[in-house]
């Protein structure tokens, strides 16, 4: 299994944040005590993605149906559909299953076009039995009326500091302990995203496999 995948954050108390208020919303809308259209935006590997995938997964929990927590990429969904009727099917489903109320992800949401933000905005100004997540790298993009519609949440990178647990935690899963101290000493002079994070752990990690590999290999016997 590929290394981000192996790591990928299960709930998002597994999801680092710079900003507790973003943590304490998202968990809010996790446990469906939040229902207005929300909007992660942010820079590229802020954890947007997994976040709205997990929120929706726990929000979904009760289902534990394959196939009604699926994720759609914007610009994907508008090359194979013109309506938002799939988005309407997926909440009937939901509802039917017991949840609370429907719910949707869409992936970089500004890869719609305008007419089809435009859309997007019809559809839930006309349906309240169901909200949207959406993600996006170029709030700028997205259609201001649209925008006007959901809860905006800024996800920014955590600091060297706040990625401490996760080094802890991900290398200890390699095998590889470390303690508080030894992951911020390995982190100095780190910057960029969750996935640059994990890139630069899977170096770690096989750069020590392979001196312990090499530490280990017996000498070669003189020929007699």
């Not at 914007?74 to 429907?102: C, E, I, R």
Request: charged letters at 20%; a negative charge.
């Amino acid at each position: 299994m590929k290394f981000d995948k192996k790591h990928r954050p299960q709930t998002l108390a597994d999801v680092v944040y710079a900003d507790a208020a973003v943590e304490q919303a998202l968990n809010d809308y996790a446990n469906n005590q939040r229902d207005k259209h929300l909007l992660l935006y942010g820079p590229k590997g802020t954890g947007k993605s997994v976040s709205a995938q997990l929120v929706l997964n726990e929000r979904m929990a009760i289902l534990g149906q394959t196939g009604l927590n699926d994720i759609w990429n914007a610009k994907a969904y508008q090359a194979a559909h013109d309506t938002f009727d799939p988005v309407m099917t997926q909440w009937n489903w939901q509802l039917s299953m017991g949840a609370n109320s429907g719910c949707s992800v869409f992936d970089e949401i500004d890869q719609f076009t305008l007419p089809m933000q435009q859309k997007l905005r019809a559809f839930i100004d006309q349906y309240e039995m169901g909200m949207v997540i959406a993600t996006t790298n170029n709030l700028h993009l997205v259609d201001g009326p649209l925008k006007d519609r959901f809860r905006p949440l800024f996800v920014e990178y955590p600091s060297v500091q706040q990625w401490v647990p996760r080094v802890v935690t991900v290398l200890g899963a390699e095998g590889i302990p470390v303690t508080p101290t030894q992951a911020l000493g390995l982190l100095e002079g780190f910057e960029g995203s969750g996935r640059t994070l994990d890139d630069w752990m899977e170096d770690y990690a096989l750069r020590l496999e392979r001196m312990m590999t090499q530490f280990s290999t017996p000498l070669a016997q003189p020929i007699q």
